[in-house]
């Protein structure tokens, strides 16, 4: 009978291949350039301010809508020109490209899973626990 395990645990097989998956992951140079890309962006004076300053505004444009009221158009203007703001920078447009190489690698690895599991499902092998 297959182990399900639960994630958490650390003691089923799928624990130890999501384990070892990860450290792969981490080891990759997309990952590698993803986390330079947030740690400068962590530490660039503009990205973190207009990232403060967005923060409160979007959160009174996600309030005013789920109190399906129209939003402050004042807010808004605001909201929308620090956003400009912020992509705009350099730092910030790093961690875009940074996250979209990244987000390859993820999606090609989403298709191999599912395609193992749908193998998986479909071999009459039973494994031992």
Do not use: C, H, W
Not at 71 to 89: K, M, T
């Amino acid at each position: 009978m297959m182990e399900t395990g639960s994630f958490g645990s650390g003691g089923s097989e799928v624990d130890k291949l999501a384990g070892s998956l990860g450290r792969a992951l981490g080891r990759t140079s997309e990952y590698r350039a993803l986390a330079r890309a947030r740690e400068r962006a962590a530490n660039d004076r503009e990205v973190v301010g207009l990232t403060n300053e967005i923060a409160p505004l979007e959160q009174a444009l996600q309030d005013a809508l789920a109190q399906g009221k129209a939003a402050d158009s004042a807010e808004y203007e605001r909201y929308a020109s620090s956003l400009g703001r912020l992509q705009a920078l350099p730092a910030y447009q790093g961690v875009v490209a940074a996250q979209a190489n990244f987000d390859k690698i993820m999606y090609r690895i989403d298709a191999a899973i599912q395609k193992g599991m749908e193998e998986g499902a479909a071999s009459r092998i039973i494994l031992p626990s």
